[in-house]
């Protein structure tokens, strides 16, 4: 076993966050593992329904979790007082292969798409942003990827699925996760998707977590430091490497410090769900000035029906900041990408640009990017250039017959951009079927 690692405090992060130059571009669940073909480039297919249906604010939100309207109050109840506090909703929609209704008796229970598009506009309408959850259980992945596209279609801004290793939660097996995968983004290829995961190190480990960070945008680690904070979960930690150090045993900065160490490898943009059976606002006020600490762009509260007023009143006192950015297109870059990297989303990039196709951009074209700024992955990260930075250059450097390693962000449409050709050229030179399908390691010779 490895030594056991002391985490860095609030203070050191915020010490040693700064400026990079360098870009990062974080693959979309369309370009990841197995499922690389869906790029928004010319014959990669239209974007989904949703991506430009719904409406799309010029700022990001925190939001709140709720689980059932018989637990967690009334649906006029819950948006009224969320959009008073500034906070996005995440409303769960189904479990497995059943609808809400099977499980929550208030005739407002959700029964199908309908009642989704019905609680999306509703929520919408009353300045609350619409997301939604679900718990994915791998039993029957096709008609379980088909209920989580029809939510997206009906209107949530993101989903969030829970993949959790506990009695009634995940059942199936690696291969029925690609296979979820694969056929949700065959029918949702730009939408934003979210894996939500207990995020004890032990726990992740017992969840198909690589096979879900191939197709899914971010992640939502579950950091319930109240409810993890036991004797057996301590020694557990410590086990895994994480030493708690601190005398008030497992506190929210450990939670969060720890789980953005072991989600490091997904090299996803974290989004953090807090405890909201701690009520104490200083104690959430912390988890927030942590989370920004650790360039995370918001933060989730679990879950409205259990919330005190000290966690309301952190969250509405510690909104995400909003800067307005200008970005420069650069090699690679799609809507899908750069909406992962700046915390916001397609729709949000196509409104404030007066975007005719979100489907094509083009090198050096300047774009206005809402939200906080770039999202990094675990703020590990690289922030995306600046306005006027030069793009990367590619490996295929000279002329003719170079070769060139398929990356993260590639196309065959942005390099037949950066190279001066075209896609069908790039095509015959490299005996390519469907010019839509490249993956991540394949070996390109330049025409």
Do not use: C
Not at 85 to 114: C, Q, R
């Amino acid at each position: 076993m490895e030594p056991l690692r002391r985490l860095a405090s609030r203070r050191d992060f915020l010490t040693t966050l700064g400026g990079v130059s360098a870009a990062l571009v974080i693959p979309t669940a369309a370009t990841k593992a197995g499922i690389e073909i869906a790029r928004a480039v010319p014959g990669g297919g239209p974007p989904s329904p949703a991506s430009l249906a719904n409406p799309a604010p010029r700022s990001i939100h925190h939001l709140a979790w709720v689980w059932q309207f018989q637990h967690d109050g009334t649906p006029e109840e819950i948006r009224d007082r969320l959009a008073s506090l500034g906070l996005g909703v995440a409303l769960k929609t189904h479990d497995g292969t059943n609808w809400m209704a099977k499980y929550d008796d208030t005739p407002e229970a959700i029964t199908g798409p309908d009642k989704v598009q019905e609680y999306a506009a509703f929520f919408e309408s009353g300045g609350v942003p619409f997301h939604a959850w679900s718990v994915v259980k791998g039993l029957h992945p096709v008609l379980e990827a088909e209920m989580a596209s029809d939510v997206i279609t009906a209107g949530a801004r993101t989903l969030f699925l829970d993949l959790e290793a506990h009695a009634g939660f995940w059942r199936g097996t690696p291969e029925s996760a690609v296979t979820f995968g694969k056929e949700l983004r065959a029918r949702q290829a730009n939408a934003v998707v979210g894996t939500s995961v207990d995020s004890r190190p032990w726990e992740i480990d017992r969840v198909p977590m690589r096979e879900f960070a191939a197709f899914t945008d971010l992640v939502a680690p579950q950091a319930y430091w109240s409810i993890f904070n036991t004797t057996g979960n301590m020694r557990l930690f410590r086990q895994s490497g994480y030493d708690p150090v601190s005398v008030e045993g497992i506190t929210s900065s450990f939670v969060l410090d720890a789980t953005v160490d072991r989600l490091r490898e997904f090299g996803l943009p974290v989004h953090p769900i807090g405890d909201g059976t701690a009520h104490d606002q200083a104690v959430w006020s912390g988890f927030i000035e942590d989370a920004f600490a650790h360039d995370l762009a918001a933060v989730s509260v679990w879950r409205y029906g259990v919330a005190g007023d000290g966690v309301w009143s952190a969250v509405q006192a510690l909104p995400p900041p909003q800067p307005e950015t200008t970005y420069a297109v650069q090699s690679g870059d799609t809507l899908g990408t750069l909406a992962v990297q700046w915390g916001t989303t397609v729709d949000a990039i196509v409104k404030e640009n007066g975007l005719q196709d979100p489907n094509f951009v083009y090198i050096g074209q300047q774009l206005f990017i809402p939200g906080r700024g770039p999202a990094r992955a675990g703020g590990g990260g690289a922030p995306a250039a600046p306005a006027g930075a030069a793009s990367p250059p590619s490996e295929a450097g000279g002329g003719s017959g170079a070769s060139h390693t398929v990356r993260p962000g590639d196309s065959l449409w942005a390099l037949a951009s950066e190279w001066g050709t075209t896609v069908e050229a790039i095509a015959e030179t490299n005996g390519i079927a469907d010019p839509s399908m490249i993956r991540i390691g394949d070996t390109l010779k330049r025409p």
